[in-house]
């Protein structure tokens, strides 16, 4: 996966992503792809999440998934939830909570809470950077006021680190893939490099949907396992998603 | 560029070309309101087979690795359901009594993301 959180020039905030997901389940032979990526794509859908008639809550789901993984809170915040790869994975957390240990949250189960129940930025942050999860898993979360964006690295039991945008200091946007931002990628999985890279030359005067989507739309940082990208400005209420198809030769990850 | 990665000059005027695209994705309402188990029945509606191709298709996977797998998640996935918070344990149900696709199969396809930081 590959998450952004920018700020233009006039303070406006821009959330998306691209939601990769099937790696190492059954390859293609004949399409050169993944099997489970493309039996995802149909099941692509925007849910919009009312009470009493009104929009609480829109998300980008696959279907028959109800946890969170990509969401906006109109008005208020958004976030997007990318998988951290542990040893100290999920596969723990969840054979502890078979086996009666039940403090821990299910990780996209948490991003669903914290859009019902956090009613600013803050408490969303505040929310996905104390609560006990099932899974390591970075939460990148967007605000509606300018500076608000944030990538929250988690572990299982607690807040590993909290990168925050500092538009004050040139740092307008803040971009996150699978590993932590204080170490280096590595060499055969490097989209983050190449994302950088492309915003970088964007530049905030003019980052919007169309240049963001520009950078979700290059490879590597578009490819095989990208089922969808999403693109999300919580002030307007505005959330965009577009079924990906990364063209041969594509790298598988 | 023709060797792995591939990677590329950076791509301009993409959006919203059909380019690298297939379309957008319908989009649907979940009335919180509803009772839980029935919620999620106007998304099954129309995609409950795209749901039972895909998690058969993950059966397949795991058959190939161990027949007896996919017994255990039919055996003893279904008791993690019912200790699941509210409102998750009712849309699991839910979905599965729409789909007619086991309730464990159903559950899972929603621990994938948990599972899969290993």
């Given amino acids: ?253 | 560029q023709d060797v792995p990665p591939y990677t590329e000059d950076c791509q301009h005027g993409m959006y919203p070309s059909k380019a690298r695209s297939t379309g957008v994705p319908p989009t649907f309402k979940i009335n919180l309101d509803l009772d839980p188990q029935i919620r999620w029945n106007e998304v099954m509606k129309h995609k409950g087979a795209n749901v039972k191709a895909m998690i058969d298709q993950v059966k397949k996977l795991i058959s190939d690795v161990s027949p007896q797998l996919v017994d255990l998640v039919n055996k003893y996935l279904p008791e993690i359901i019912e200790k699941l918070p509210a409102p998750y344990d009712a849309e699991i149900l839910g979905i599965s009594k729409a789909t007619g696709i086991e309730d464990g199969e159903i559950l899972l396809f929603n621990i994938f993301y948990e599972v899969f930081t290993m």
């Fill in chain 1, 1 to 253: 996966c590959t998450s952004i959180v920018a700020q233009d020039v006039g303070g406006t905030l821009y959330h998306a992503r691209n939601l990769d997901f099937g790696l190492f389940m059954g390859w293609d032979t004949k399409n050169h792809t993944w099997l489970i990526a493309e039996y995802l794509h149909p099941l692509v859908v925007n849910l919009d999440f009312t009470r009493n008639g009104t929009t609480v809550y829109k998300t980008v789901n696959f279907a028959g998934y109800i946890g969170v993984l990509t969401g906006m809170k109109p008005g208020v915040f958004s976030l997007t939830l990318n998988e951290r790869f542990n040893v100290n994975g999920g596969y723990i957390g969840l054979i502890e909570w078979i086996l009666g240990y039940r403090k821990a949250h299910w990780t996209s189960f948490l991003t669903r809470d914290a859009l019902e129940k956090s009613n600013s930025y803050e408490e969303a942050v505040d929310m996905l950077s104390n609560t006990e999860i099932l899974a390591p898993v970075y939460y990148i979360v967007g605000g509606s006021k300018p500076g608000q964006g944030a990538i929250i690295t988690r572990d299982r039991q607690s807040l590993t680190n909290m990168y925050s945008m500092a538009p004050d200091k040139g740092m307008w946007y803040v971009l996150e893939t699978n590993y932590d931002n204080w170490t280096d990628p590595p060499f055969f999985d490097d989209r983050r490099t190449p994302g950088k890279k492309c915003l970088s030359g964007v530049g905030n005067k003019k980052v919007d949907f169309q240049t963001i989507y520009d950078v979700l739309s290059t490879k590597p940082v578009l490819n095989q396992l990208t089922t969808y990208t999403a693109l999300m400005q919580v002030n307007k209420g505005t959330l965009e998603t577009y079924i990906r198809h990364c063209p041969h030769p594509c790298w598988a990850w």
